[in-house]
């Protein structure tokens, strides 16, 4: 029987999974589309995920990060829910100890984190402008007509860049536009959106920090050779790309997870609540509602897990008031 820690990262754009064994190796991992319903999304990971394993495992801790955390968090019962911020900084330390900065570009949103001497010293977000994030490249991919995953190797045919403005997506999309009209060649500006991603974010979520070697580049976007090359271009630095980049985020939390259930098991507590864990969630009934609580004049909109029709978790409130009336 083989120990093992589970991670979950999920976002807006894309639900990613890792199973970690004790050791600290990798058994099982996957990257799926949320499709806008993150309980499903996780159910269909889950499914990937129990498919993979070739031996029998027993999963002792469970944590999650990523938008929906607290909402996989209470449908998994959770040992741990991390933001980005630390679940990336854990998972990129434990493959490269010597990083310095992090970069990653997901799909709704990005983010830059500075590592001095294995600890996380500044960091900063980017949830505002779409033009540094995948969801541009995906919305001009269709625009162009070429598939997302064509993307980097024709931007790579490119020896002169075409110019876009990239401050704003809107602006962005009309220079694209213009641009194309005018004659630009497809690979020119598929190379130049490449560049504005790049440019939009070390302008904005890059601003007044200092990006030092070594670099670790992460999320969806990584995969894109194009943009690999344009944080080349416009840093000076090497940039370095895993073929595991877009799942920091689950496996920081799959250390997380086995971290603090050790840490329960060394105070002699219950060493992990999700020991008795099962991959089989298809049939699992999972629902949220929404409610206004009307304790106080706050008003609060509370969310209201239920698992198997029973309260499990909440989340919303800004006092404790509503817990006299659900008895959580």
Not at 152 to 173: D, N, Q, W, Y
Not at 233 to 253: F, K, Q, W, Y
Request: proline share 2%.
């Amino acid at each position: 029987m083989t120990r093992a820690s589970l991670g979950i990262d999920i976002g807006s754009i894309s639900t990613k999974g890792v199973v970690r064994a004790a050791c600290g190796q990798i058994l099982a991992k996957d990257y799926i589309w949320t499709e806008g319903n993150p309980i499903d999304a996780v159910k269909r990971l889950l499914l990937s995920l129990r498919s993979q394993l070739t031996e029998e495992v027993t999963i002792e801790s469970i944590g999650t990060t990523g938008s929906a955390r607290k909402l996989v968090g209470a449908m998994l019962s959770a040992d741990v829910i991390k933001n980005e911020i630390t679940a990336h900084a854990v998972g990129t330390l434990s493959k490269y100890p010597d990083v310095k900065t992090i970069l990653e570009i997901g799909g709704q949103d990005s983010k830059i984190i500075l590592i001095r001497d294995g600890v996380v010293v500044d960091y900063a977000m980017n949830t505002l402008c779409a033009a540094g994030t995948g969801a541009f490249l995906v919305a001009q991919s269709k625009r162009l007509g070429i598939p997302m995953q064509d993307m980097g190797k024709i931007a790579l045919m490119s020896e002169r860049p075409t110019k876009i403005a990239a401050r704003c997506a809107v602006f962005a999309e009309s220079d694209m536009i213009h641009k194309a009209q005018t004659g630009h060649s497809k690979e020119d500006l598929v190379a130049g959106l490449c560049a504005a991603v790049v440019s939009n974010f070390i302008s904005n979520v890059g601003q007044g920090k200092k990006i030092l070697s070594p670099v670790v580049f992460q999320g969806g976007v990584s995969k894109n050779a194009g943009v690999v090359r344009a944080f080349k271009d416009i840093t000076g630095l090497d940039i370095l790309v895993d073929d595991e980049s877009h799942l920091a985020g689950a496996l920081g939390c799959a250390i997380l997870a086995s971290q603090a259930t050790t840490v329960k098991a060394a105070d002699g507590n219950e060493p992990c609540s999700a020991r008795s864990f099962s991959f089989n969630v298809e049939d699992m009934d999972f629902r949220t509602v929404g409610h206004e609580c009307n304790v106080c004049p706050n008003h609060c909109e509370i969310v209201l897990a239920y698992k198997d029709d029973a309260l499990v978790n909440a989340w919303g409130n800004r006092c404790p008031g509503w817990e006299k009336v659900y008895k959580l």
